[in-house]
């Protein structure tokens, strides 16, 4: 336990030195010109960093979005690096375009955990720059590519690493998700139908395992949490375990009504992971730092407090707003709130859920 800690501890060293990075990250002047979509197809468009994206009449974002989840996002992913963490077992971790990624190289062909923001403007792309990690991981071939559901900062780079190989996996609620035009309003976006060739053609609706090399990588998904579409990745010999967006780690989650999640939905998919790890567990969240499982139980213990606390207001009649001023989350805020998802808005969408 405490080698590992140890190797931990290493890893997070390793991984300022190993990050890729093309060049010096493009810095967009506010109301600049969108940069043109890599693929041409109107999901992967990316909005011009840091502006608000342009709306259609009556979707203004609501007042609760103190930030544009989706703004943030691509803005950091345009911004780069990508920084590369080993974990354990030859299991590595990349961040620094949208979501966590993982990797396992082998000879059959890496396999990969979600696939990041693949767009933006100039040479440093995320895409060229995961395609740099990835090459320099010796992990260009890839065998498998994971969608831990239909979100673009998990998906959005699907073609691509189709391109190297890989075959997409995902529950058929994933596919669906990506098959549909879903608006989130949160994000004051609309994701449109993506390309079939980013489309997932293996469909796992219960759990299952596939192997690269003779590494089990044991695929579960959730019940409906933080989309319809959740699944886990556990990477077995090397006891990491990929939690998709079910589990953001120092960090108030998304969760995204528009295809079914809810805040008791996300709290089962808590208790689900805190079930499927041991102390020694590399636990990945979708977004923050690596974790554990002292970390889970954590996140579980505050989303059960707000949880309560909101359904609790609710119930005496308050309205949102009335909810939000109550300040329901206060005691968390210093810890959780700091991220894309303010205070506000994860009350708000709390409150839809209860
Ligand atoms: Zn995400
Ligand atoms: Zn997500």
Redesign the pocket.
Known sequence: MKREMNTLGKAAIAAVLAACSLGAPPTLASGSTPPPSLHGTPHHVIDAAGAPPALAPGSTPPPYVQKNPYVV?NAAAARGPITVTPLRGGVYLLQGS??NIGVLPSKDGAFMVDAGIAAASGSGAPRQRLESALQKLGASRIRYLVNT?Y?W??TDGNIWVHEHGASIIATPHTLRDLSKSVRVVEWAHTFTPVPAAARPTVLVAAERTFTVDGNPVRLRPYSTAHTDGDLSAYFTRADVLFT??TFWNGLYP?IDHEVGGSIDGMIQAANQNIAMVGNSTIVVP??GPVGRRADLVEYRNMLVAIRNRVADLKGRGLTVEQTIAAKPTQHFDAKWGQGVIGPDLFTTLVYRGV
């Open positions: 996002l949208g979501g559901h979100h900062d998990h998709g967006d998304f979708g977004h």
